[in-house]
């Protein structure tokens, strides 16, 4: 992985520094990746857009921290910088009560209202990529955050009639997700639309990791 220049930033609410990683190129050399899309990768940044303040708690969108400089960690030091680089902390995610809270303000810009509802689709999974053999139902809040979800999602983007047909198979609609899923994918695509149509096929809603061999 080769890293970008670290953003420093200063929080909307309490007028402290916060670091946000960039990365110039990365891989997904022992990635894992998820039927919801959902993927981890130790050789990339996966920096978080809506944010949790190291310092207030406090969660915002990280474009909505004002920039105070920029410096990739080859460059030397001007002024100051050192000084504000240790005050500078990495900001955590923000927390799936803080998504709904955003959601519920009902003034959601277009992308960050996808960005935060696939983000609770992804968290409330986590609980069933870890299971084995129980997997626990979708809750109401997590289909009708899904439902909402959908209606921003267009069929005739592939990789978004692929996300469409994951949460039908997810909610136990196989035969809307098989509609979608009749369709001559390409590249990866064609991979992810394998296994959901494999799950689909055998009417297994829950999430599953995209495993070659068991
Ligand atoms: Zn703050």
Known sequence: MKPGPDIIRRCSKCGDLIKEETMESG???GARIWTDGY??????IQQPWYVCCPHCDQAVWLDEHEVVF???QYDLPIND???IFKRAWKPKPARDH???E???????ARGKEVHARRTLWWSGNHVRRISTSDYPPLLKREIENLTAY???LDEENDNERLQMAEIYREMGEYSKAKKLLDKEFEGWNRELAYFINWYNDQEFRAV????YKE
């Open 70 to 72: 920029k410096r990739h």
């Open 27 to 29: 891989n997904t050399f």
């Open 39 to 44: 993927m981890t990768a130790p050789m990339m």
């Open 208 to 211: 599953r990791e995209i495993k």
């Open 150 to 152: 959908l209606k921003f």
């Open 81 to 83: 910088e050192d000084d």
């Open 102 to 108: 955003y959601l519920n303000e009902g003034s959601s």
């Open 98 to 100: 803080q998504l709904r």
